[in-house]
């Protein structure tokens, strides 16, 4: 009895081992190959699906009933259901290989869909790491830039409605004034006799500088440069004013200097005044001569050009604000005293040859009206209400042999009495 026990168990662990040596030399033995071979971590954000594919290479024997290719997915260690994470698993066999391919589809919903997805086949894992994405956000950036789009077209389009009103603002506000500099009058106005100028200037241009602005006006109707020459007239006038304002009209184009020779008038008008104003109308400019277009736009720099249009009219419009840019800024004195000029007032000058109609003034003809030639002329005195300046002295009589002048008076012509700024006389119309 003892012998055959013994045999039965020599039998039983021939048996045993001869299964376990078929179990070891088995292809299914062979530990997996996954692709890719080690644990990867994933990153997503709410609201997206993230796609993890697990591919895994097996061997393969037909012949062996305990190969098992199947492939589970687990989430924290708990199978994961199928019909709440969709998952597509396919095989694909290559001679004693197969190839298990399974993609799992995760919907993140909210913060419980992260953490760890492993794939386990035969007893081996491959572990995906799910972390949430902290990604900048990038809302806020797209909100400031257009914020700051929005403002800078805001602001390109206040300027371009509101830019002539913020420079006079800053003119009227921290601008020169242009005083001390010997001048009688604002602006020096050029225009022809044409009935449209005419009207233009003493309607429109005039009452409107002078009454809403308070510039001091001196119009001119004849050829300002005839011959192409200025006359010392012109030299005179433009040197006691501070600007120098041409009407450009079609009409003021078919002067002889104009029509002959532009060039060269722009020049001398450029030698008058150092930034000459040009008004022109609108409805003129097609019509305007090629050589004086080229000329006006070489000069543009040196020169103030301004349209007159349709819309020109009205106080606000854009012409009136360029002009009064253009134009010296005016002193605004409030005081009492009415009578007087701004300019002269601000500076507190008591000056009674500055006086309009002065009382006590002496306003005899002059006794010695050719006193810079050296002649004495005998005249009448006259009484005076109020007789201030010495009497003439008693000169002999014009039959006597007049003695010649001991005074040159060759450079007469070349002298330039607007530099005279020491004094100047006011008279009205009535004096004259």
């Known amino acids: 009895m003892t012998n055959r026990m013994i045999v039965v168990n020599l039998l039983w662990t021939c048996v045993i081992w001869n299964r376990m040596l078929v179990t070891e030399g088995s292809a299914c033995s062979e530990p997996p190959e996954f692709h890719p071979s080690a644990s990867s971590e994933v990153w997503g954000t709410e609201g997206t699906t993230i796609t993890l594919n697990c591919t895994v290479l097996l061997a393969w024997d037909s012949s062996d009933p305990s190969c098992n290719n199947s492939l589970q997915w687990f989430r924290e260690g708990a199978p994961i259901n199928a019909s709440h994470y969709p998952q597509n698993t396919t095989e694909c066999h290559h001679g004693n290989q197969t190839q298990v391919s399974s993609v799992l589809q995760v919907k993140l919903t909210d913060s419980t869909d992260f953490g760890l ?42 300027y371009s409605r509101c830019h002539l ?81 041409v009407v450009l009209s079609q009409s003021y184009l078919q002067q002889e ?57 009205t106080p606000s419009s854009s012409f009136w604000k360029e002009l009064a840019l253009v134009m010296p800024r005016k002193v605004t ?53 109020a007789p201030v300046l010495p009497a003439a002295p008693m000169v002999p009589d014009l039959s006597s042999e007049l003695r010649p002048s001991d005074i040159d008076v060759s450079d007469l012509g070349l002298r330039d009495y607007a530099a005279r700024t020491d004094f100047y006389c006011l008279v009205t119309e009535d004096d004259i």
């Open 117 to 158: 997805y492993k794939c386990i086949v035969r007893n081996a894992s491959l572990t995906f790491s799910l972390h949430k994405s902290d990604l900048p956000s990038h809302t806020a950036t797209v909100v400031a830039a257009f914020t700051l789009l929005l403002l800078l077209g805001l602001a390109a389009l206040i």
């Open 333 to 385: 004195y409030h005081s009492s005293r009415s009578a007087g000029d701004p300019q002269t007032l601000f500076q507190d000058d008591k000056d009674p040859m500055l006086s309009l109609h002065p009382d006590y003034l002496d306003c005899r003809p002059d006794p010695d009206p050719a006193g810079d030639l050296g002649l004495r002329l005998p005249i009448r005195a006259q009484p005076s209400k």
């Open 257 to 313: 200097w104009c029509t002959s020779n532009f060039r060269q008038g722009m020049w001398h008008l450029l030698e008058l005044s150092q930034r000459p104003i040009f008004i022109m109308f609108q409805a003129q400019q097609k019509q305007l001569n090629l050589e004086v277009a080229h000329q006006l736009k070489e000069h543009e720099h040196r020169v103030h050009t301004l349209i007159w249009g349709p819309r020109s009219m």
């Open 165 to 245: 009103n913020l420079k006079l603002w800053y003119k009227n506000t921290y601008g020169d004034y242009e005083i001390n500099d010997g001048k009688m009058y604002d602006a020096y106005v050029s225009y022809v006799n044409d009935e449209n100028d005419k009207k233009f200037v003493n309607f429109i241009l005039k009452p409107h500088l002078e009454n809403r602005y308070g510039h001091k006006l001196l119009l001119n109707f004849t050829d300002i440069l005839p011959g192409a020459e200025p006359s010392a007239e012109l030299v005179m006038s433009v040197s006691r004013s501070r600007r120098l304002i």
